[in-house]
């Protein structure tokens, strides 16, 4: 498929930190992934009476924000602030700023909740008389609620003054974030961009996805011939993105390309021949100037639907034929869905630093009618490419091309 787009410079990832279900920096993410621990468990999140299973970030109900942070305090904020603190993040931040100015950084977030399980609790502490909502609620919506509430806590936390903006296009939210800080650096309009993103579990997506019928009962077995469904993730993470010449103390990662698209096919269902995801590959291979035999691994969406692994294998299998290898990585985290594009973008990043690739978790049996060359072990060796596929709602789609300096 020709593609008319231009190559990009490559922009650096020179920090970035992940908190998921598997624990808390990219240190234990590493270690989960190497000796193949799943973050997901029996779902234990408030009264939520459903069968199925979780990958649920432990502590974020035994403290809350306070002092300046008080009236942001809320699940998604909370999980926002333990993402900040790993890793040495803040300080890689405030270098940044010592080199560029606050001003000159820019704080792009993706979400697709945002603080939405304090709207429900608020609803739940309604006037039984008026249906009138908590004075509480109304008074910290724009901190929660609120989808630019994120963008607005995260600037705070690190004392930034560039642009910013959040980015809410369900599941592919926080992989665009990576292209939208590509075209504000390329503008002028900052000199480095925190990108990241962050979404927390509450009950308007668990319930929404059990009336859909896409949630398994049992942990989530991406590309196996008897896949049922998903299981719902929460996490946070956040790079540092510097023009490509900026390289940090360790081998470098840098974002090479990306490709967007939206196809619009269907509310929630794929396009049949996945036609908007070989699109966003295309485009992101020709903004990073490789063909695709210069990639080794992709990093595959991979919910674990039916539909969507299967329009997947498509797309990729259109583009790369059988040669890279593929796998998901939703088994250790859950679907994170407007995290899902940071998430796996840092494990990508961890991938091609550590040279290994994890293989599918939990698929017993890879589905015969899928073509790519799906990984069920981890493999060991050397990579310097890696695709990694977001493919939302509404048919929201984003590849990144992510690959050493």
């Known amino acids: 498929m020709p593609s008319n787009v231009q190559r990009m410079a490559p922009l650096a990832l020179s920090a970035y930190t992940l908190v998921t279900a598997n624990g808390r920096g990219v240190v234990p993410v590493l270690e989960a992934l190497r000796t193949r621990r799943s973050g997901l468990t029996s779902c234990d999140f408030e009264d939520v009476a459903l ?5 649920r970030v432990a502590g974020l109900e035994d403290f809350v924000l306070d002092h300046e942070l008080q009236p942001f305090d809320c699940r998604n ?20 700023k010592q080199r560029y100015g606050a001003h000159r950084i820019g704080v792009i977030m993706g979400t697709s909740t945002s603080g ?46 560039g642009p910013a903006m959040v980015v809410s296009t369900a599941c592919s939210s926080s ?9 504000f650096m390329q503008t002028g309009l900052c000199d480095a961009v925190i990108v990241g993103g962050v979404d927390s579990l509450c009950h308007t997506t668990m319930y929404g996805f ?11 077995r991406p590309c196996d011939e008897d896949r049922d469904g998903l299981s719902l993730g929460e996490a946070a993470g956040y790079a540092l993105l510097e023009s490509g010449d900026r390289r940090g103390g360790r081998e470098t990662v840098a974002l090479l390309g990306y490709g967007e698209s939206t196809d ?50 498509k797309a990729v299998f259109s583009v790369f034929g059988a ?11 859950g679907h994170t869905l407007g995290a899902a ?24 049996r890879v589905d015969p009618s899928l073509n790519s060359r799906i990984l069920r072990e981890n493999q060991v060796g050397s990579l310097s490419c890696i695709v990694s596929n977001i493919f939302g709602f509404g048919g929201n789609n984003c590849s990144l091309v992510l690959g050493k300096l």
Request: hydrophobic share 35%; charged share 20%; glycine share 10%.
């Open 77 to 96: 904020n909370r999980l926002a602030w333990l993402g900040l603190q790993q890793d040495g993040f803040p300080v890689a931040v405030a270098e940044a």
């Open 116 to 161: 939405i399980l304090e709207t429900e609790h608020a609803y739940r502490e309604r006037d039984p008389q008026t249906g009138r909502l908590p004075g509480w609620y109304t008074t910290r919506y724009r901190y929660t609620h609120n989808m630019f509430s994120l963008g607005h806590f995260v600037r705070t936390c690190l004392g930034l003054q």
């Open 210 to 220: 059990s009336a859909l019928q896409l949630l398994s009962a049992d942990p989530c």
């Open 264 to 313: 619009g096919y269907h509310m929630s269902h794929p396009h049949p021949e996945g036609a908007g995801a070989v699109r966003a590959i295309h485009d992101s291979l020709a903004r990073a100037g490789i063909r695709p035999e210069a990639v080794e691994y992709v990093n595959l969406h991979g919910t674990a639907t039916k539909a969507n692994d299967s329009v997947e294998d």
């Open 51 to 55: 069968k199925t299973h979780i990958g």
């Open 323 to 333: 040669r890279p290898a593929c796998s998901s990585t939703k088994g250790w985290t």
């Open 175 to 183: 992989a665009k974030v990576f292209a939208t800080a590509a075209r």
């Open 341 to 364: 594009g940071i998430t796996e973008a840092i494990i990508s990043a961890l991938c091609l630093v550590h040279g290994f690739i994890p293989g599918t978790l939990n698929c017993r």
